[in-house]
T-cell receptor, first 110, second 112 residues
């Protein structure tokens, strides 16, 4: 499959542990944020989103936290599974477009 | 999966040839986007469309043109391909404000 980033930061976690992936954004006026998961050879897949009027949003096994004070976004994955191995990246909305972070590679160890 | 089809999925061509990539959606979404993804750069916006015949440039638009003659199709054209345009190209669609983009599975383009 395609190489989505040869020098991405990598997070290695043990299967069953929780994962936390971080993202910094630059525009304090951004009001909408998204987390994507990208597996090798595939397009980015929507995981969860959050609007700036919220600090936290939960989905199935995933939680997104937004800290507007320090312009920081995090994705927490509970009970990480082998199928969670992928590249994860955040996106912030600017006008009608989005700016994407470089991504973090999550590696789940057996 | 969102109804997005990119074609071709893989293409190898020579420098100086024209190349057209197609994005087709069945969702009737207003917004369509073309990105390229390269190691070390993440996703970068090439062009986007906010309606039929309404398009605008992104941050890496040089050497690319687009057309959208109907809601469901967004075409990306490299008029004269160069080796620097070797990349993976993704199309995305979006319905409206504060809604996520949904992506196709990409086109791997190699220019020799």
């Amino acid at each position: 499959g395609e190489s989505v980033g040869l020098h991405l930061p990598t997070l290695s976690v043990q299967e069953g542990d929780n994962s936390i992936i971080n993202c910094a954004y630059s525009n304090s006026a951004s009001d909408y944020f998204i987390w994507y998961k990208q597996e090798s050879g595939k397009g980015p897949q929507f995981i969860i989103d959050i609007r700036s009027n919220m600090d936290k949003r939960q989905g199935q096994r995933v939680t997104v936290l937004l800290n507007k004070t320090v312009k920081h976004l995090s994705l927490q994955i509970a009970a990480t599974q082998p199928g969670d191995s992928a590249v994860y990246f955040c996106a912030e909305k600017r006008g009608q477009n989005f700016v994407f972070g470089p991504g973090t590679r999550l590696s789940v160890l057996p | 999966d969102a109804g997005i089809t990119q074609s071709p999925r893989h293409k190898v061509t020579e420098t100086g040839t024209p190349v057209t990539l197609r994005c087709h959606q069945t969702e009737n979404h207003r917004y369509m986007y073309w990105y390229r993804q390269d190691p070390g750069h993440g996703l970068r916006l090439i062009h986007y469309s906010y309606g039929v015949k309404d398009t605008d440039k992104g941050e890496v638009s040089d050497g690319y043109s687009v057309s959208r003659s109907k809601t469901e199709d967004f075409l990306l054209t490299l008029e004269s391909a160069t080796s620097s345009q070797t990349s993976v190209y993704f199309c995305a669609i979006r319905t409206d404000s504060n809604q996520p983009q949904h992506f196709g599975d990409g086109t791997r383009l190699s220019i020799l």
